[in-house]
């Protein structure tokens, strides 16, 4: 069943070669005992080693069972050791970190069998070598011939065809070394034993055939077989060892070394720590500006206004060349701007300030439009009643309740200083600033006296303004239209049974902390009442004229075809319009549109801009979906843009935040190279110290990329100890680091590790160590099996 042809061997050294076998012819029976004598040097182990597949020969041919194997490849070898080839050293060569029966079983592991089956079998042969009752210990609780007898139980376990004992007794007394050889001599009636031994008693007294050797030659054969034909019908079955056998080998190995592993996994856990720190602190803070930006900003209005906003096409260039940020050369650029940004409009119209209102109410708190209207509205100050000069007080329209939240936005927002919030179409409210001033303009503009110190909150609820509608403010004199009465006194008109009253009815402040207090000092009133005023004055003698003239029908002097003004003729109140040849208007009449003039004339119900108040955060997301779904299939001109100023603070905040946990993480990743360099080294300390590990699992059959697997699974145990060892510190140190932030800020529960956060840091640790030993990994696959063998 082997046959040898031919077989030679040399080894290098320098420039120095030594044959250790030259050209040997040997036949072998397929069960029979065979001692091989021999001195030092003369070739037998040479012999043995090339026979079990440890090694390779130079020329010549194996035959196995009519195979030839000169064609085979590593795993070919790999796995004719595993199938066929039982070896039992002189040194027992035990893995000294697993039970015997652990050591019994790894070939069994390595040919797939089956578990409850290999543990079967190996009970099997502990009892036939006599070890029944030590199945449990492990190989250093055990004697040298306790020890020889699990080695030719490992070497049975598999059933294979040849047992290669090299020195079986070299360790053992005399009458151990009976013991032995009467096993192994029951052993060669069905298999084929052939043993090296330098002891010719023990040859002569078991062995059926004793073949000496000298100098890499047989010299000698006391019962040689003649060439015969034999048929080919062997088949290898490829070995194997899966991760989760590999973990338990390295778990057990890595058992035996607790400390060093421990320190090892915590000094690794330390850049962990480091980064889960960081990343939990900066989980907290952004929780932390997350509430206070939910609270804060929240009801920061999203704004649609119908102003121009330039829109950056892309990065500036120079000719085909983009040009760069901040350049070094001493050169100027010339460009046109035009040529990289365009200016973007919003077009208002009817149709989309009615999409607007059919917002779902759940999601606003409130709608507030700034329309292009100048309301006539009368002041007196008990001797004379004027035009309220809108240039030296706001006048704005407070958001009309859509949501569900109780309140309106004024009751949520602002507090009542005296009087009450208003309840009617005609109820208007003084806004104060945060410390209850009104400029001396707005006070006089109310009819008030500025020059006083102060003025008692209580004298302002009640104070009346008189609302007068274009037909009763305007009459027709010619062809145009004045005001009617003098501007000096209106008390006539002030007093009219058809002036509409409005009331002050309360003195409001914005709420101390709320950023979302956002109205001018002023007069604020209800957006009814100036879609009321509006509805009027669409039916006006006044408006109806103009929307038939060419001309400012407060002037007479011609309009500009051009685009509208976008209300500032209204903003700027109806004075600048109404001057003759002679006033000098502010602003030249010929760059007012009829538009302009119309809306000054509160003839048109387009907003200029609407400021639309989300309820909370998530509402604003909704919010700013139906404003896009409004653009969806319209192009670039006819799309309505708008503001959000929280998303910019938030998006500002939260990159900012990010910068800085980048750059801390940063610096921490150093320590996790530090610990990668590490495992790298412990990695290869453990290959130095598993050597005569890696020839036997070789000698049983392990491919090399199961020794890898070994380390790896090494390493893979220290990196998710040591993950799991730096989130658990991790969770530990945020009680007291919370302690302290909370007695420093008033803070609570800052630093919070998010739990996936914490999963991808074990990932990465585990990622990282079994980087860090990787090389080694490779290195101890690479080990020569014999070399590894004989370390020690």
């Excluded at 902390?513 to 879609?531: K, Q, R, W």
């Amino acid at each position: 069943m082997l046959q040898l042809k031919n077989i030679t061997k040399s080894y290098k050294t320098g420039e120095f070669t030594q044959v250790a076998l030259d050209k040997v012819n040997l036949n072998f029976r397929e069960s029979e005992f065979v001692a091989i004598l021999g001195q030092s040097g003369s070739g037998k182990t040479t012999l043995l080693n090339i026979v079990g597949g440890l090694d390779q020969y130079d020329s010549g041919e194996l035959i196995i069972n009519g195979q030839s194997t000169e064609h085979f490849k590593d795993g070919d070898w790999d796995a004719y050791r595993n199938n066929s080839v039982g070896f039992i050293f002189q040194s027992y060569n035990l893995i000294s970190h697993l039970s015997i029966t652990d050591n019994v079983e790894m070939g069994m592991t390595l040919s797939g069998v089956a578990s409850a089956e290999k543990h079967r079998k190996a009970l099997e042969v502990l009892e036939k070598v006599g070890l029944k009752e030590h199945v449990h210990k492990k190989p250093n609780q055990l004697s040298g011939g306790q020890m020889q007898r699990v080695a030719i139980a490992r070497a049975l376990a598999n059933n294979p065809d040849i047992i290669l004992a090299d020195e079986p007794t070299g360790a053992l007394d005399t009458e151990t070394s009976e013991q032995i050889m009467e096993l192994i001599k029951t052993i060669a009636e069905d298999k084929l034993v052939i043993m090296v031994t330098h002891n010719p008693e023990l040859a002569e007294s078991y062995a059926d055939r004793v073949i000496r050797f000298s100098d890499g030659h047989a010299v000698s054969d006391s019962n040689p077989l003649a060439n015969q034909k034999i048929s080919s019908s062997y088949k290898l079955k490829e070995t194997s060892m899966g991760f989760f056998t590999a973990l338990k080998l390295s778990g057990k190995n890595i058992a035996t070394k607790k400390w060093r592993t421990g320190l090892t996994a915590f000094a690794s856990s330390i850049g962990i720590i480091g980064i889960a720190l960081i990343l939990s602190l900066s989980n907290g803070f952004d929780k932390q500006i997350s509430s206070y930006e939910t609270g804060a900003l929240s009801n920061f209005p999203i704004s649609i206004n119908q102003t121009a906003m330039n829109v950056e096409l892309g990065p500036p260039r120079n000719g085909a060349s983009e040009l760069p940020s901040y350049p070094a050369e001493k050169k100027l650029y010339p460009y046109d701007p035009s040529k990289n940004s365009t200016q973007h409009t919003n077009v208002l119209t009817k149709e989309y300030i009615d999409y607007l209102k059919k917002i779902d109410p759940k999601l606003i708190d409130g709608i507030s439009y700034t329309r292009t209207v100048n309301m006539n509205i009368l002041v007196s100050d008990g001797q004379k009643a004027t035009t309220l000069d809108k240039n030296n007080i706001s006048l704005t329209a407070y958001p009309s309740k859509q949501g569900s939240k109780t309140g309106s936005y004024l009751e949520q927002y602002y507090d009542v200083l005296e009087g009450k919030y208003p309840s009617g179409k005609t109820d208007v409210v003084l806004i104060v600033d945060e410390y209850n001033r009104l400029t001396d303009a707005a006070v006089d503009a109310l009819g008030l006296d500025y020059k006083v110190d102060s003025i008692n909150l209580g004298e302002l609820i009640g104070t009346q303004l008189k609302l007068v509608m274009n037909n009763d403010y305007y009459r027709k004199n010619g062809e145009q239209f004045v005001v009617n009465g003098t501007t000096s006194n209106l008390t006539e008109l002030y007093n009219s049974p058809k002036a509409v009253t409005l009331n002050i009815v309360g003195v409001l402040r914005g709420k101390e902390g709320s950023s979302v207090s956002t109205m001018s000092p002023g007069i604020a009133y209800s957006d009814e009442l100036a879609a009321s005023f509006i509805a009027d004055a669409q039916k006006s003698e006044i408006v109806l004229a103009q929307e038939k003239a060419d001309v400012n029908v407060l002037t007479g002097q011609a309009l500009s075809d051009g685009v509208a003004g976008s209300g500032s003729a209204g903003a700027a109140g109806t004075n600048r319009l109404m001057m003759g040849p002679g006033g000098g208007a502010a602003r030249g009449n010929a760059s007012l549109t009829k538009e302009d003039v119309l809306a000054s004339l509160g003839a048109t119900d387009i907003p200029s801009s609407v400021s639309l108040y989300p309820i909370d955060f998530n509402a604003k997301e909704s919010v700013t979906a139906y404003l896009d779904k409004w653009n969806e299939g319209r192009e670039s001109k006819d799309q309505v843009k708008y503001t959000d100023l929280a998303a910019m603070v938030t998006n500002i905040s939260g990159g900012i935040m990010d910068g800085i946990t980048m750059v801390l993480i940063a610096f921490a990743a150093i320590s996790l190279v530090v610990s990668l360099i590490m495992i790298g080294i412990i990695t290869y300390i453990s290959v130095m110290e598993r050597t005569k590990e890696i020839g036997v699992l070789r000698a049983l059959g392990a491919r090399k990329k199961d020794i890898t697997r070994v380390f790896n699974a090494e390493t893979f145990i220290i990196g998710a100890c040591s993950g799991i060892l730096g989130i658990g510190i991790t969770y530990l140190l945020t009680i007291p680091v919370n302690a302290v932030l909370y007695n420093l800020t008033d803070l609570s529960n800052v630093a919070q590790l998010n739990p996936l956060h914490a999963l991808i840091l074990g990932v990465i640790s585990v990622g990282l160590t079994m980087i860090g030993g990787f090389i080694p990994a490779k290195m101890a696959a690479k080990k020569d099996p014999v070399a590894a063998l004989r370390s020690e």
